[in-house]
């Protein structure tokens, strides 16, 4: 069936760090990528998508690419700030006998001061 | 992006009463809502998926008249949780989407609402 799998947190980072977020997926049909984040107490919002193969997803400095050959969606940050501490979701969204979301476990980051 | 409001934000309440939670999209007619719980420190629990007019469909293991799920227009859908118990507590998410044949399938996130039953 249709998954999502996504790097355990928490990930503790400093400030002005790399980040990535490993997220893999199977599906059956032709899905189109998300990653949601959600701050302390609130509900989700999405970060950004991509609709297609090789597609890039981009928002706030935050980017991922749709890999097909991979069946990945690694989110990637150059420089992270303590604004940035939050749960990261990656999901798919795939039509097939109905509409469907699956999300991830969630990431969890920290980053310090 | 779209909007869709949820509330209460928070909400606490005796054992054996009822809760309702709305979720309204302001800005846009959400065909499709979605309701989830989420446990502290987890991702996000599939309740039920509510269509415009249509009874919801409710996932595996969650109590159709436990949690009532109302979807009268195109822009409100209402949670209601019947004769709460503390194990009921839990943060509960709304979500909606233009669902239609070649749509992304991007979703619209209420804000939440935590409940906690005394």
């Known amino acids: 069936g249709d998954s999502v799998t996504q790097m355990e947190g928490p990930v503790t980072l400093s400030e002005e760090a790399f980040l990535t977020i490993n997220c893999t997926y199977t599906a059956t049909g032709y899905p189109s990528l998300f990653w949601y984040v959600q701050y302390p107490g609130e509900g989700l919002q999405l970060l950004l998508k991509a609709t297609k193969a090789d597609d890039k997803g981009s928002n706030k400095g935050f980017e991922a690419t749709y890999r097909k050959e991979t069946t990945s969606f690694h989110l990637e940050k150059g420089s992270v700030q303590v604004s940035d501490s939050a749960v990261y979701f990656c999901a798919l969204s795939v039509w097939g006998g109905g509409f469907k979301t699956i999300f991830g476990a969630g990431t969890r980051l920290f980053v310090k001061a | 992006g779209a909007v869709v409001s949820q509330h209460p934000s928070w909400v606490i309440c005796k054992s054996g009463t009822s809760v309702k939670i709305e979720c309204r999209s302001l800005d846009f007619q959400a065909t499709t809502m979605f309701w989830y719980r989420q446990f502290p420190k987890q991702s996000l629990m599939l309740m039920a998926t509510s269509n415009e007019g249509s009874k919801a469909t409710y996932e595996q293991g969650v109590e159709k008249d436990k949690f009532l799920i109302n979807h009268a227009s195109l822009t409100l859908s209402t949670l209601t949780v019947t004769s709460a118990h503390p194990e009921d507590s839990s943060f509960y998410i709304c979500?909606?989407?233009?669902?239609?044949?070649?749509?992304?399938?991007?979703?619209?996130f209420g804000e939440g609402s935590r409940l906690t039953v005394l």
């Open positions: 979500s909606g989407g233009v669902l239609a044949g070649g749509n992304t399938g991007e979703l619209f």
